[in-house]
């Protein structure tokens, strides 16, 4: 018989994502296989909050806000503010227009790891005109601020620059983290010279990976590859927040509150009241309850994909949107 503690086990195991679905048991004819089919879908979403001057707030309540898709308010299931491990991806700008950068920047990005919880796993690419994952084969995530210092100084600053392949290539290593928050922070001019992929590619991957992509934009003035729009984009389009510092020295300051803010943010997740898996695009909007003044960033949406059947083990399988 189908043992239901298998059920509770593989219930508590799976983390909730935008489009993710669960359903409850149906027993095959032939007793060599199940079906976890749970009539019930949790959008997750992960929230940054702060007053009018940019200062977090922390302790507020869930009647603090309102969650609406397409336009319709939704009903939070869960919340929280927990400090939770992450998995985080450092995408650097090895080219060559940033060698003179590059002792701030891996200061930065070393910062950034001392200041994150120390479960968080984490990972390194580097580019220029290629894309290079600085961890060793073996090693595909690190919670080692030691074995990330040696990736991180593992490349020379030359050569073009492949920022959306590189992109690409962070967000399809990061879909394999084990962490249900995935982080990108990626430090560049913004400038790209040299991908296969396209920027409008590279963003739809990103809309469609539930990632948090912050951006720091390093350039000079006379810097002709500078393109400071398009690291905007990654950052709104996900829920993150870009920054174009204007002294170098500004950066690490930086990594350690983007570090701080990931740490310190809200957690909520609602059950959709529309059901259909149709695979567009949903509109997210989180608002402040009346009487409540602050300014909250989240993610701006969802894709609700569609059905896939999974196998699972012991003759188990559940199926994700």
């Known amino acids: 018989m189908f043992c239901y503690a298998q059920i509770a086990l593989l219930l508590a ?13 149906q027993q095959s004819t032939d007793n060599a296989s199940y079906t976890i089919s749970v009539d019930v879908e949790l959008v997750a979403l992960h ?13 507020l309540a869930q009647d603090s806000f309102h969650v609406y898709e397409d336009g319709t308010l939704q009903n939070i299931k869960y919340f929280s503010q927990e400090d939770i491990p992450v998995t985080v991806g450092l995408v650097i700008d090895n080219s060559g227009s940033m060698a003179r950068k590059r002792a701030d920047v891996l200061a930065a990005a070393l910062a950034f790891a001392r200041a994150s919880n120390p479960k968080d796993e984490m990972f390194v690419v580097n580019f220029n005109e290629k894309v290079s994952f600085a961890l060793p084969p073996q090693l595909p995530f690190t919670d080692s601020v030691a074995q990330l210092e040696v990736a991180l100084a593992s490349f020379n600053a030359v050569g073009q620059t492949a920022l959306y392949d590189a992109m690409d290539a962070a967000l399809e290593h990061l879909s394999h983290g084990r962490m249900d928050k995935k982080i990108l922070i990626v430090i560049s001019d913004g400038g790209d010279n040299a991908s296969k992929h396209t920027l409008d590619s590279v963003l739809l991957k990103a809309k469609h990976s539930n990632a948090i992509i912050y951006s720091i934009g390093i350039y000079d003035e006379q810097d002709e590859d500078r393109k400071p729009g398009v690291l905007k984009r990654f950052a709104a389009e996900t829920g993150g927040e870009v920054f174009l510092p204007a002294e170098l020295q500004d950066v690490l300051p930086i990594c350690k509150n983007i570090a701080r803010e990931i740490r310190s943010q809200y957690t909520l997740t609602y059950l959709p009241t529309n059901k259909s898996h149709d695979g567009t695009w949903r509109v997210i909007q989180v608002r402040p309850a009346v009487g409540r003044h602050m300014l909250i960033r989240t993610r701006s949406g969802y894709y609700a994909n569609p059905v896939a059947a999974v196998p699972m083990p012991n003759g188990i399988r559940h199926e994700l949107r």
């Open 13 to 25: 195991c799976i983390m909730f994502a935008p489009g993710n679905a669960l359903a409850l048991p």
């Open 47 to 59: 929230l940054t909050v702060t007053d009018h001057k940019g200062r977090a707030l922390s302790g």
